[in-house]
């Protein structure tokens, strides 16, 4: 997340599962931070595992705005996913299949949680989508991603002997989840003028991102067979110009996937627009994403599974 005023590095605050020196990916972040005397940067720890921690989060988050500890936000970049290619579904603490509730679930609590606490000039919520989330077959999996009929199924998917093809799955639902949330999340911010009675969200725009196919990505280490682990090795890192130039126009380092996050984050790309982008280019989703009783059914279901109600977030009237 980060607060106003600036668009800079100034205010940040960083979640993480551990804000431990212990954990190395906390002790690179704290690495880069340091590089900059003059930020003012936390970072938090929150297990998205755990709905009643990101709800406490949120709580404290919110009460630090309020009482003038922390600014006001100016971005939120939903970037955290998981998943496990080698095992049946987990389930977290809550009972959902881990993968949806750290890609999905927690995300719309966090979001709608803390929409009020949005600069009174608005901001930019930004949710990493993926290339998984469309509708069609990949090397990575023979099984599409899907809404099912009882969407409360996507909680609790069944064990299968295909563990790469099903975990996949679970991953490229999660994307198209998170990817179809976006369309009504952009409605009923929109709409703010005429009956939520809360105007200055209507200036708080959500984007979807697809950051192309991350080489370096750590995923491909974690979770995942041998197979995937020897490609990325050996293939996909050390060959990843050529990859780039003859089979995924899209394909980067992480790094280069990072500085389009920032840059939509902090609207210096696109701003004020809505909608679905492949890298920094304005694209069409899968067309699943575009029908608005789907749109509507994922609305109102994560709000039930997030924990989302009239009482917790201002979006109140895009409840009923």
């Known amino acids: 997340m980060q607060c106003a005023p600036t668009y800079s590095m100034e205010v940040t605050d960083t979640l993480g599962r551990s804000a431990s020196d212990t954990d190395p990916n906390t002790r690179n972040l704290r690495d880069i931070i340091s590089r900059y005397q003059a930020s003012k940067a936390s970072i938090q720890e929150v297990d998205l595992a755990n709905l009643s921690a990101v709800h406490e989060f949120a709580s404290k988050i919110s009460a630090g705005i309020a009482n003038g500890q922390y600014p006001p936000l100016k971005s939120i970049i939903c970037n ?4 496990n290619l080698v095992s049946d579904s987990e389930l977290t603490v809550d009972g959902y299949d881990k993968t949806l509730q750290i890609g999905h679930i927690a995300h719309v609590a966090l979001i709608l949680r803390l929409i009020g606490r ?3 000039d608005g901001g930019r919520i930004v949710l990493v989508s993926s290339i998984a989330h469309y509708r069609v077959k ?12 009882n969407i409360d199924q996507l909680l609790r998917p069944a064990p299968d002997k295909d563990k790469q093809g099903r975990g996949f799955q ?11 949330w976006m369309y009504p999340l ?3 911010l929109q709409q703010a003028d005429d009956g939520l009675k809360n105007p200055r969200l209507k200036d708080i725009t959500a984007v979807a991102i697809n950051p192309g196919g991350l080489g370096d990505s750590r995923s491909f280490i974690t979770n995942t067979p041998g197979s995937i682990q020897f490609m990325q090795k050996y293939v996909l890192k050390p060959l990843m110009p050529l990859v780039k130039c003859l089979v995924d126009p899209t394909f980067r380092s992480s790094a280069e996937a ?8 902090t609207d210096r790309a696109h701003p ?8 920094l280019q304005k694209d069409t989703s899968d067309p699943l994403t ?5 749109q509507q059914n994922v609305w109102l279901k994560s709000a039930e599974w997030a924990g989302i109600t009239k009482e917790n977030t201002e979006l109140k009237d895009a409840l009923e």
């Open 80 to 83: 955290a996913f998981y998943w």
């Open 272 to 279: 004020g627009e809505r909608g679905y982008f492949t890298l």
């Open 290 to 294: 575009l029908d608005e009783t789907v």
């Open 118 to 120: 949005f600069a009174s």
């Open 170 to 180: 679970r991953y490229a639902s999660s994307k198209l989840v998170h990817t179809i």
């Open 138 to 149: 990949t090397y990575m999996s023979p099984y599409l991603p899907e809404i099912p009929d």
């Open 186 to 188: 952009n409605r009923y």
């Open 258 to 265: 990072g500085v389009d996050l920032v840059e939509l984050a």
